[in-house]
């Protein structure tokens, strides 16, 4: 088990590292996304969906197993709760656009010595906990 953590860490470290260089956590460039003003985010973020879809039609095409031997499911979503994909969504992009991290580069931007975000990690700690007191009578 401590030898998977460590190839986990190790491969989130690689990741944090490419996420700095290619300036995906930058606050300047997230706020250039979403002030329309660069092509730099749309284009890491096009390519990324890009590479899903790919990568999902692959998995489904040629019944691709986990590590585990498990074949991958991918569920379909219910079209008449779409409302609550854009709801969350667009709270997700309010947040992002507030803070200028979503949040996986917090930890790639605390890493990288802006303790700033130390609030950010804390708010988004908050409104998990939040969320899960209320989880039973909230819709779904």
Not at 9 to 18: R, V
Not at 61 to 79: A, E, L, M
Not at 96 to 115: K, N, V
């Amino acid at each position: 088990m401590l030898k998977q953590n460590i190839k986990y860490l190790i491969f989130g470290m690689i990741f944090g590292f490419i996420l700095i260089q290619a300036e995906v956590i930058s606050w300047f460039r997230i706020q250039e996304m979403f002030r329309f003003q660069d092509f730099h985010m749309y284009g890491i973020i096009g390519s990324a969906i890009l590479i899903g879809m790919i990568s999902i039609a692959l998995i489904k095409k040629f019944n691709v197993k986990d590590i585990h031997g498990r074949p991958i499911t991918i569920s379909s979503k219910d079209p008449s709760q779409m409302y609550r994909y854009t709801i969350g969504g667009l709270l997700f992009g309010f947040g992002w656009a507030l803070t200028g991290a979503c949040p996986g580069p917090i930890f790639a931007l605390l890493g990288s010595g802006i303790s700033v975000f130390i609030v950010v990690l804390l708010s988004a700690l908050l409104g998990t906990y939040v969320y899960g007191y209320f989880q039973k009578s909230l819709p779904h």
